[in-house]
């Protein structure tokens, strides 16, 4: 267990601890309370029922407080009535307040489960929340160290290198530029995974256009490895933010031509499914292990063939932001994949009316 989690768990525990005993507080003072007002109320309902005679008869009133002498009727059935009433009363009042005890005792042992129990719904989102965040933060130091490291040794030792050739030195540069770059994409990738959506304008938008456009740019990569590109584009309009899922599909179709061996094609279709929009991006790659498949959404994670085959492009963040960014557009994002087969990433979203 890290340090990192070590604090997590003790904050947790701590807060856990505090939030559950307010709220046992809240449940006791609600239960004393009401039990205060009960015997309060039941006490004096009491005494007016047992001092009150029916209407229909002469009134005769007991007095039943002992410290007064007795004022009314002075024979001692009268009197012996009267005690055996004041007995009565005292006995009733001590079982009521035995069983408010009773279920007070009852509420305190329920309340110490179920104030727990709630303090660990209360905290659950909140502390995943912040798990995430740390994460996110270790992540992302871990993944900005190493081309920093790797950028500063080389430029230290070049630096204090006094037979350094002109060549060498213009190589070393060019490498220092080329980390710079990759340091460049990490941290906009972050920035935008880091992004809560709220910049988003959504509005009807044309999926051939926004594919069409994702296409061009991409068209150059994937002639220079001999892939064709064959669209089946239906006339469907989604309700999404279009800058969004520009992005989205270009990461996806860079992602099926970076994958795809040479001389391959790649397709990629539109369908209206009921209330949706499915589109596809389907390669002839060499498809997602089932190891790898439930993680290829998180950040920076890379299958082994991505890292050695095809290292220099790409840092995993890809997905995670494709995912998060269909995400905040009311979609979803799925993926099939067969080992030495290809992949299938299908995007859905809400159609246009
Ligand atoms: P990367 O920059 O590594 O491509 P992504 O987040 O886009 O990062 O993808 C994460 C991982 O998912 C990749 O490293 C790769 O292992 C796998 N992957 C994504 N798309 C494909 C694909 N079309 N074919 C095979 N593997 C893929």
Do not use: C, W
């Amino acid at each position: 267990m890290t340090k990192m989690h070590k604090l997590l768990v003790l904050i947790h525990k701590g807060n856990t601890l505090r939030l559950a005993l307010s709220y046992l507080a809240i449940i006791m003072v609600l239960s004393a309370s009401f039990s205060v007002i009960f015997y309060q109320t039941s006490s004096t309902g009491l005494h007016l029922q047992f001092t009150s005679t029916p209407t229909s008869e002469p009134r005769r009133v007991l007095i039943l407080d002992s410290a007064q002498p007795l004022q009314t009727g002075h024979d001692e059935a009268l009197d012996s009535i009267n005690s055996q009433l004041q007995r009565s009363i005292h006995d009733i009042r001590k079982q009521l307040l035995q069983r408010l005890i009773m279920i007070n005792a009852g509420v305190l042992a329920t309340g110490v489960l179920f104030s727990f129990y709630l303090a660990r719904k209360t905290l659950a989102p909140i502390e995943a929340a912040m798990e995430a965040q740390s994460r996110f933060s270790s992540d992302a130091s871990h993944e900005l160290r190493t081309p920093i490291t790797a950028l500063r040794v080389r430029n230290e030792v070049a630096l204090y290198n006094p037979d350094l050739k002109l060549d060498d030195a213009k190589t070393i540069m060019q490498d220092s530029i080329d980390q710079a770059i990759k340091l460049e994409q990490i941290s906009e990738g972050l920035l935008r995974l880091s992004q809560n959506g709220q910049m988003l304008t959504k509005a009807p938008v044309t999926i051939e256009a926004v594919t069409n456009e994702a296409v061009r740019q991409l068209q150059e990569m994937a002639q220079a490895k001999d892939i064709t590109i064959h669209q089946v584009m239906p006339n469907i309009t989604v309700i999404a933010d279009l800058q969004s899922l520009a992005q989205v599909l270009t990461i996806l179709i860079d992602n099926a031509v970076k994958y795809s061996p040479k001389n391959s094609t790649i397709y990629i279709e539109g369908e209206s499914e009921g209330r949706y929009a499915l589109l596809r991006i389907r390669d002839h790659g060499p498809g997602i292990g089932s190891a790898d498949l439930p993680h290829i959404f998180d950040r920076f994670y890379r299958a082994d063939y991505a890292r050695t085959k095809h290292g220099k492009h790409g840092y995993g963040l890809g997905l995670a932001i494709a995912q998060k960014l269909i995400e905040q557009n009311d979609g979803k994002i799925t993926v099939t994949s067969v080992v030495g087969q290809g992949s299938t990433f299908t995007v859905r979203l809400p159609l246009a009316s």
